[in-house]
């Protein structure tokens, strides 16, 4: 392995620049889990027909995407509610989320009095709240979007108050002898500095987001997937709520790639984290 | 207070800094005086941990001494880096990683509010003095660690500062490089008019670098000898094959590891004989 490169060593005065990554996806990584999939349709195929996976539990595939293509406007309607509640929720809570630890990295108090609580929200069920959300705000878009908005919020305010103060005191002694101020400070060093550990609290609640969204339909809503997953459930229509939990975790896959995207058309421009 | 004599120069007068945690007190630095002109090279040469840099660091209103003055340009290290007026160039190259080499040479100019059009002629005029001309548009991470640290004498120079403090510039690079940047310096320093104040722990550096050597011992620091270096402004890589050059070499190396310097505790603690 050429494991030493001339210009990483520090050494050289003169150095190539190094080559940035690529965006190809070799053929090589797609193959084998799509070939697995594949193979996993097939398996249950052959079980469900077999009658060996009882319909009652799982329906087989071919029923699933009939049930695609019958209740298709359905689907698309309850999905759309839920889109929009995840949304939501997850710009509100994230955006409140960077202010407010912009703000409280101005202030040492504010943060010293805040940051214990945020951490023990962690413990927290927010779910749990949902019925008390409901009685404030009337059942619908409001209760879900606040319980989708709470559940987002802590992990990016948490990841910003530490990635806010993650940049090398070396950099701030520079700031300091150019006279910045305080906001030159935030702007140049720590912002970008922070953007790392911004992403990786937005990955996490990417998936976090429709889950809120779905399970505070259970209670707060009458529509949504999570409202249909329940109603299907009772009525024991296997195919539609199959079919609610497909389109659920591919929107999911869809926010969190989208995530993804930005981060690496950004990361030129940020810091690079090691530790996440 | 005296007259203060040396008006456009720096001085360091009686300076002393001791660090108390407890118990312990540490003397840093006890009685160090140091008077640089105007438009003088002068450097601190001495052992890791003999205070060097605490020195240049309180120059730079980094850290504030704890006893005795020090004056840059008539002032105090706070009127001067409020006024701009010195420009720091450290060991570690404080080149954001997010920001291309022209970005990150723009900081200071930034910083002080020079509008885009002027800052991006300035930052150029300097890159291209530092001969990094080509390299505007790469990121710190594509250069090598010598072509950093051109890039952060570019970024000091680009505020046309009247004094220069640098902290082991080339301490991180290897001899052959750091020998080669140490002339690229010479011939820079001979274009400005700038106050040079530079810590190093390499002799040779300081011959090259400097009208005035000041040499400094440990525990507790203190300025210990001074070696004026006779070869004026016009001096050349020629400097090196100088017979006058061995003889600063060995007057700098007798006086920095010759007669053992009389042992003084540094770390005074006052409980060590009442818990015996």
């Known amino acids: ?276 | 207070m005296v007259a203060i004599s040396s008006e456009g120069g720096m001085s360091i007068r009686d300076v002393g800094m001791v660090y108390r945690r407890g118990e312990q007190v540490t003397t840093a630095l006890v009685g160090c005086n140091l008077e640089i002109p105007a438009g003088n090279w002068a450097s601190l040469i001495g052992a890791s941990g003999c205070g060097k840099s605490t020195l240049l660091r309180i120059l730079a209103d980094i850290v504030k001494p704890t006893s005795g003055t020090a004056l840059i340009g008539g002032v105090s290290p706070a009127e001067a880096r409020a006024a701009r007026t010195y420009a720091l160039v450290s060991q570690q190259s404080t080149m954001l990683p997010w920001r291309k080499i022209l970005a990150n040479v723009e900081l200071g100019l930034e910083v002080a509010g020079v509008d885009k059009a002027d800052r991006r002629r300035r930052a150029e005029e300097a890159i291209e003095l530092v001969g990094l001309k080509g390299f505007e548009q790469a990121f710190p991470s594509e250069l090598s660690g010598g072509m950093r640290q051109r890039a952060a004498i570019a970024r000091a120079l680009t505020l046309k500062p009247r004094f220069l403090l640098m902290d082991e510039p080339f301490g991180a690079l290897d001899e052959i490089t750091r020998e080669k940047l140490n002339f690229e310096l010479l011939r820079i320093l001979k274009e400005t008019s700038a106050t040079l104040l530079l810590v190093t722990h390499s002799i040779s550096e300081a011959i090259i670098l400097s009208d005035t050597v000041a040499v400094m011992s440990p525990r507790p620091g203190r300025i210990s000898h001074r070696v004026e270096i006779g070869f004026g402004h016009d001096r050349t890589a020629d400097m090196r094959d100088d017979p006058q050059f061995a003889a600063y070499e060995a007057e700098l190396r007798h006086a920095l590891h010759g007669p053992a310097p009389t042992a003084r505790p540094a770390v005074h603690t006052a409980s060590t004989y009442a818990t015996a």
């Open chain 1, 1 to 276: 392995m050429s494991s030493i490169t001339v210009a990483d060593a520090g050494s050289a005065e003169d150095t190539g620049r190094s080559e940035t990554p690529g965006f190809r996806l070799p053929l090589g990584l797609i193959l084998p889990p799509v070939l697995f999939t594949v193979a996993l349709i097939a398996i249950w195929a052959a079980l469900s027909a077999a009658g060996i996976i009882p319909r009652y539990i799982l329906p087989s595939p071919e029923a699933i995407f009939n049930e695609f293509i019958k209740n298709y406007s359905v689907l698309t309607k309850h999905a759309l509610y839920t889109i929009s509640e995840a949304l939501a929720g997850f710009v509100i809570g994230n955006c409140a989320a960077v202010l407010m630890a912009i703000v409280f990295s101005y202030s040492g108090l504010l943060k010293d009095a805040f940051y214990p609580f945020a951490l023990i929200s962690r413990a927290i069920p927010i779910i749990a709240f949902t019925p008390l959300l409901v009685i404030v705000l009337g059942r619908g878009l409001p209760p879900v979007i606040a319980v989708v908005s709470i559940s987002v919020y802590f992990p990016a305010f948490l990841n910003m108050i530490r990635g806010l103060a993650s940049a090398d005191v070396d950099y701030h002694e520079m700031m300091h002898t150019l006279s910045a101020s305080r906001w030159q400070r935030l702007r140049i060093v720590d912002w970008p500095a922070s953007i790392p550990y911004l992403f990786a609290a937005l990955k996490v609640s990417a998936s976090a987001a429709f889950i809120g969204a779905i399970v505070a339909e259970w209670i707060g809503a009458n529509k949504g997937l999570g409202y249909l997953v329940v109603i299907s459930g009772q009525y024991f229509k296997l195919p539609t709520l199959w079919a609610a939990i497909i389109v659920a975790a591919g929107l999911t896959l869809i926010l969190l790639a989208i995530v993804v995207l930005v981060e690496r058309m950004l990361h030129r421009w940020t810091a690079t984290a090691t530790d996440l």
